[in-house]
């Protein structure tokens, strides 16, 4: 099936260090919706965002949701150990058979030096 | 709020058995849940769409005879790996919809071994 087009796929970083992260797609998404994955545990939900153009932020981090609908982006802000984990963006419609369902990016792998 | 279990957490099991995975909303009702499967390091990919009181819906490539979902009440989904095969043996993941903007809240995860 779809899948978003995320990047990096991987980052390396020092702790102290802003992280940014991307996805883009062919299509345009209703909402784009932001997860943090640990070893062994399910995507947990960082940002959502409903709203072409709309900047949300949690904490330290900050995400938006692309003019065109096909695009968003994630940064981290001084990053932490506990940063470590996979990130998945997910593009999600509303409407027609594709109701509710989530479409994802290939996720970002952030390793963390302390 | 929002919560969602899965059950057991780790299953292994020998290969030509049969192994059920419980998926709860645990503080809210979910009409609709989703079954993911995960290979490591890699993205979720959906496997089908569980309806309460209907028959599942399968994504493309997935075998409904092999993989049995039951949504028989608003806070239980179950996926049911028939005669597993150790090709079957990966992360499985549930999600339960809540909300007017349909927000997917996902389950620890299954991790499936089969011998």
């Known amino acids: 099936g779809q899948q978003l087009n995320q990047s990096p796929q991987s980052m390396f970083i020092q702790e102290g260090e802003d992280v940014s992260m991307n996805c883009t797609s062919s299509?345009?998404?209703?909402?784009w919706l932001w997860y943090k994955q640990d070893p062994g545990e399910g995507p947990v939900l960082l940002i959502a965002?409903?709203?072409?153009?709309e900047l949300t932020s949690n904490g330290r981090l900050t995400a938006q949701f692309g003019i065109t609908r096909k695009d968003s982006f994630l940064n981290i802000s001084a990053s932490i150990p506990s940063d470590v984990g996979i990130y998945f963006c997910?593009?999600?419609?509303?409407?027609?058979?594709?109701?509710?369902?989530?479409?994802f990016g290939q996720g970002t792998i952030l390793t963390v030096h302390p | 709020g929002a919560v969602v279990s899965q059950h057991p957490s780790r299953v292994i099991c020998k290969s030509g058995t049969s192994v059920k995975i419980e998926c709860r909303s645990l503080?809210?009702?979910?009409?609709?849940m989703f079954w993911y499967r995960q290979f490591p390091k890699k993205s979720l990919m959906l496997m089908a769409t569980?309806?309460?009181?209907?028959?599942?819906?399968?994504e493309q490539g997935v075998e409904k005879d092999k993989f049995l979902i039951n949504h028989a009440s608003l806070t239980l989904s179950t996926l049911t790996v028939t005669s597993a095969h150790p090709e079957d043996s990966s992360f499985y993941i549930c999600?339960?919809?809540?909300?007017?903007?349909?927000?997917?809240?996902f389950g620890p995860g299954t991790r499936l071994t089969v011998l």
């Open positions: 999600s339960a919809v809540v909300g007017a903007y349909n927000e997917q809240f």
């Open positions: 299509s345009i998404f209703n909402t």
């Open positions: 965002l409903y709203k072409a153009g």
């Open positions: 997910a593009g999600q419609r509303r409407g027609g058979t594709s109701y509710g369902k989530l479409t």
């Open positions: 503080d809210f009702q979910a009409t609709t």
């Open positions: 569980s309806n309460e009181g209907s028959k599942a819906t399968y």
